[in-house]
């Protein structure tokens, strides 16, 4: 499974736009990148997948680029409420048995007013 | 999304004495759950890979005889922590991959245990 990195914090304000990178160098080419979000004391909830290139939906926007060593979580528009811990996990084929995720350290996103 | 249920989100028990944590998935079939323990200001740690029919496999560390996970139907796995000491204290954190629809995995709103 290929290990990620990912900045240990960031602070940002409410209504301007965040972006978290996470790289995972050693990415195969069956691998998916998920990111999940994590409240305290709660279980965490998936956010957004991707393979490659641009993937949005309603709550987030994951940019990878051609080469797949890193990926772009984009929270737009950020609330006092996205204050979380965001992971970025890498792992091969959802639908594959063998599949499992595999958590790093995590990003703590403190949003102020 | 999905649902998935944990109980009892919090418990407390003496040392000594074993404590079972269910994880349900509600509306869905889950053929595989994973269990992970998570200490506070830590990321989730997975325990194990608990498997319909079949007997968990386990990460490396961790002692199946202590951690014992049944996963008796599509709906349901337990966790059950044996002859349990304080340091087994931690938030336990279940998931369940949803057959289908991208096999999303789906996590439970998470068990704290304190052992006294």
């Known amino acids: 499974l290929a290990k990620t990195t990912q900045p240990i914090s960031m602070d940002s304000y409410e209504g301007q736009e965040v972006n978290i990178t996470c790289s995972h160098n050693n990415i195969a080419t069956n691998d998916y990148i998920t990111w999940y979000q994590q409240f305290p004391s709660q279980g965490p909830r998936f956010i957004i997948q991707g393979y490659k290139t641009k993937v949005t939906n309603e709550v987030a926007s994951l940019f990878i680029p051609a080469d797949r060593k890193s990926s772009t979580l984009s929270l737009p528009r950020v609330s006092l409420s996205d204050t979380a811990v965001y992971y970025c996990l890498v792992g091969d084929r959802p639908g594959d048995s063998s599949y499992k995720l595999i958590f790093g350290s995590g990003t703590r996103l403190l949003v102020r007013p | 999304g999905a649902v998935v249920s944990q109980h009892p989100s919090r418990v407390i028990c003496k040392s000594g004495t074993s404590v079972k944590i269910e994880c349900r998935s509600l509306?869905?079939?889950?053929?595989?759950m994973f269990w992970y323990r998570q200490f506070p200001k830590q990321s989730l740690m997975l325990m194990a890979t608990?498997?319909?029919?079949?007997?968990?496999?386990?990460e490396q560390g961790v002692e199946k005889d202590k951690f014992l996970i049944n996963h008796a139907s599509l709906t349901l796995s337990t966790l059950t922590v044996t002859s349990a000491h304080p340091e087994d204290s931690s938030f336990y954190i279940c998931?369940?991959?949803?057959?289908?629809?991208?096999?999303?995995?789906?996590f439970g709103e998470g068990s704290w245990l304190t052992v006294v």
């Open positions: 608990s498997n319909e029919g079949s007997k968990a496999t386990y």
């Open positions: 509306d869905f079939q889950a053929t595989t």
């Open positions: 998931s369940a991959r949803q057959q289908g629809s991208g096999n999303t995995i789906y």
